[in-house]
């Protein structure tokens, strides 16, 4: 574990040098969320699809999908949901995409959502 602590060490200090990264945001986001760390977490993936450019698809995909699990984490399957569905929307056939279908419908079926 120390390692991820020593990643999130180096990436929040660049972060602070390139604060328009949205990939480095994610990234981060991404660290804080395995550390536990949730509300960092959501913070850094609201901002990495904030600084994500729209065409880098998969990167937006995999904050949508971090976000979706996050949502997850703490209970709120309806948010998880809507965030899968828009990563499949963003490209239902990438890899992203597919899982992101696959988890909407097991949260779906789980909590008995519409």
Avoid: S
Wanted: neutral net charge; charged residues 30%; aromatic residues 8%.
């Amino acid at each position: 574990m120390r390692w991820l602590l020593d990643r999130v060490t180096a990436l929040q200090g660049e972060a602070h040098r390139r604060p328009d990264d949205g990939a480095l945001a994610l990234e981060l986001a991404i660290a804080e969320k395995l550390l536990g760390r949730i509300e960092p977490a959501f913070a850094g993936l609201r901002l990495a699809l904030e600084r994500l450019p729209a065409d880098d698809v998969p990167g937006r995909q995999r904050a949508l999908f971090v976000l979706g699990l996050t949502w997850g984490d703490v209970r709120r399957p309806d948010e998880a949901v809507r965030c899968f569905e828009a990563t499949a929307r963003l490209g239902p056939d990438t890899r992203w995409g597919q899982a992101a279908t696959a988890y909407a419908a097991a949260y779906r079926e789980h909590h008995a959502l519409d």
